[in-house]
């Protein structure tokens, strides 16, 4: 699939270790920072969506959102790092029927009410099976809140562009699948955040209060990008498929 990342909010979230590493399948494991585990939501719109080779004027535009790890496994090579994705969801019925199925990743399907007076992102998300919502409201800001994990945007940039490969549950195969972000450009601005909502991060059944809080926000826009199913078979995945 090829398309421009129109607009993309990723809010990052501190985790317990311990408590993350409960909602992760083998062989992954919380990708740590100063101590805490990484987890997150991606607000995503995207333009000009389409499979390759259509053109640009056939695609179409979607809002998305989904619920993250960053994480790492042992892979042939070494440690691996990525993100492990147990919650996607849509604005598309298409896409929403296509998950799983024509492209890696379950997808759930909800309604999203967008503003966005610039400079202000403001996006609220009710799925249709009643079990996700979330809303975030907040400005471009010229920096990271105090106490962020991150020293500095730039180390924020670079800890979301290292880890390109997604994993999520497959509804095929004991194991998961992989989808791979290839971006032909990158940039990131500070998002002050005045509220912000998830009721999958917020339900205490999941994490228990004082597991999680929030760290910050970073805002992208119009970035030409691809995504491609990963190919990749390695043998850490392969034999935890084969264990459970």
Known sequence: MAGTIDRRVLITYRVD?????R?????????TRGGVALAGICLIRLTELRPRPLPRWLGVTTENVAHRFAVEWDGPGGTET??????????????ALAGGRGFPGTMQHGRFVVREPDPRVDV???????????????AEAEGLPAGSVFESVDEAS?????DTVGWSPST?????????LRAMSWNVTPLAVELVRSSWFDDHSRFPAG?????????????????????????ALLIAAEQR
């Open 23 to 31: 909602m992760l399948p083998p062989p992954f494991r919380p990708a």
């Open 124 to 138: 609220r998300y009710v799925s249709d099976d009643g079990t996700v919502a979330v809303e975030v409201r907040g």
């Open 172 to 180: 095929r195969t004991e194991c998961c699948e992989a989808v791979e």
């Open 82 to 95: 990525g993100v492990f994705v147990p919650r996607r969801d849509t604005s598309s019925r298409a896409a």
């Open 17 to 21: 270790p311990t408590v993350a590493a």
């Open 158 to 162: 670079e800890f979301f562009r290292r």
């Open 211 to 235: 597991s999680i809080e929030f760290d910050s926000t970073l805002l992208m826009r119009r970035i030409r990008a691809e995504w491609v199913p990963s190919r990749r078979t390695d043998a």
